[in-house]
């Protein structure tokens, strides 16, 4: 069992920047997908960043040149670094892991980007 806790969320205007974390309950080094997906009112959740066991990684084409996923193992954090942020960011940030055939998933974060 792995236990998610998101935070960095808040308010910021359009062109700000934020750090999302995700601190895992155990040690990341083994978890083959570390993914930040994202959730707007009336929308369905969408996948935003990923990044493999492996150090691979992959954006939706909204948030490329703007968003960096990172992980830090030492920590058993993986990061979500957002700039020049848009309105239509806003949502709630979920983090999820997969271990195996296991999908874990965090409470979420909300973030909201004004104009």
């Known amino acids: 069992q792995v236990q998610l806790v998101e935070s960095g969320g808040g308010l910021v205007q359009a062109g700000g920047s934020l750090r999302l974390s995700c601190a895992a309950s155990?040690?990341?080094?083994?978890?083959?997908?570390l993914g930040w997906y994202r959730q707007a009112p009336g929308k369905l959740r969408e996948l935003v960043a990923y990044?493999?066991?492996?150090?691979?990684?992959n954006y939706a084409d909204s948030v490329k040149g703007r968003f960096t996923i990172s992980r830090d193992n030492a920590k058993n954090t993986v990061y979500l670094q957002m700039n020049s942020l848009k309105p239509e960011d806003t949502a709630v940030y979920y983090c999820?892991?997969?271990?195996?055939?296991?999908?874990?998933w965090g409470k979420g974060t909300l973030v909201i980007v004004s104009s």
């Open positions: 155990g040690s990341i080094l083994s978890l083959n997908f």
């Open positions: 990044i493999t066991l492996g150090g691979r990684t």
């Open positions: 999820k892991v997969s271990s195996g055939a296991m999908d874990y």
